[in-house]
């Protein structure tokens, strides 16, 4: 009896405690939205939703000031695109090479290379791009656009570089969010794909990564979340010009805006980052709901 009267105690704390933990992220997450949503929103009325989110000049601190900010939403959406759908399938296929065909001595060497890679911090990220990679991008714009006079060179930082370093920065979250959501899945699967026929490639493609498919999800909603929220490392790459987002054009993200000028920016200036940085978390939760409406959608068809 006394055994059993503890475990109820033991129980009863752990769920309060659950519970409370519960409600403080809820709070946390409340907090933040209304927060943004305050701080974000007097832009509009004082600059105007059309003039600002459409708008493709910035120009905070001229006679006339100019607050569009669609070109820094475009490279946002550009960049972070670009980088996901080359990020993602190298991402993925690291996976089924770690955990369907290499062997365990090789998976051991290359599995902590990867998780290394989550470990570097963002700015050696960029001052690498800005080192080598910069370059190398200068060297191609160079050849490019060679005899044009009417393109301005950037240096190699441009929306290219920035696209690299970001397909980079994702993988080591796609690759272990993805290996462990392979790994779960039942071998049984395997096991039946392969005796009725199937190669081990046709039951990796069509049994095993269909199976996983929530947690890959998963993994590329979070590398969408890390591209859509970097800034240090992009920031050093990318060039820092408010232009539309071309391969070779230097550029501006959400992100790299409130770091570029949130230091020195007052009145009308500061309210627009404000809406900035209002823009860039919709974008954030725009994602997440997605992933929670399409794991919905698998579970009702399963």
Avoid at 95 to 107: C, D, H, Q
Avoid at 149 to 176: C, D, E, R
Wanted: hydrophobic share 55%; with cysteine; aromatic share 8%.
């Amino acid at each position: 009896m006394n055994n059993k009267a503890g475990m109820n105690v033991a129980e009863r704390t752990a769920k309060y405690i659950f519970t409370i933990c519960a409600v403080f992220a809820i709070m946390a997450v409340c907090s933040i939205t209304a927060y943004m949503i305050a701080k974000g929103t007097p832009a509009f009325a004082n600059v105007g939703v059309l003039r600002l989110l459409f708008g493709t000049e910035w120009k905070p601190t001229a006679a006339t000031p100019a607050y569009g900010i669609f070109y820094i939403i475009l490279s946002s959406i550009v960049g972070t695109a670009m980088s996901v759908l080359i990020g993602v399938p190298v991402g993925l296929l690291t996976a089924v090479f770690l955990t369907e065909v290499s062997g365990k001595k090789l998976a051991a060497i290359v599995s902590p290379a990867v998780e290394l890679l989550a470990a570097i911090p963002s700015v050696i990220y960029g001052l690498l791009g800005m080192m080598l990679l910069n370059p190398l991008m200068y060297k191609l714009e160079k050849i490019v656009f060679a005899g044009s006079k009417t393109h301005q060179f950037t240096g190699g930082s441009n929306l290219l570089s920035a696209i690299i370093v970001l397909a980079i920065m994702i993988l080591p979250t796609v690759v272990s969010v993805s290996a462990s959501s392979l790994r779960a899945v039942p071998a049984s699967l395997r096991a039946a794909s392969l005796a009725l026929g199937a190669s081990k490639m046709q039951t990796v493609f069509k049994v095993t990564i269909p199976a996983a498919k929530s947690g890959i999800m998963t993994g590329v909603v979070l590398g969408i979340g890390r591209a859509l929220g970097e800034a240090m490392a992009i920031n050093m790459v990318a060039g820092g010009a408010v232009n539309l987002p071309l391969p070779f054009n230097s550029v501006r993200f959400l992100t790299t805006q409130l770091v570029s000028e949130m230091g020195y920016a007052e009145g009308t200036h500061r309210d627009v980052l404000f809406t900035v940085g209002m823009v860039l978390y919709v974008f954030i939760m725009a994602v997440n709901l997605l992933l929670l409406k399409m794991r919905k959608e698998k579970a009702s068809d399963e």
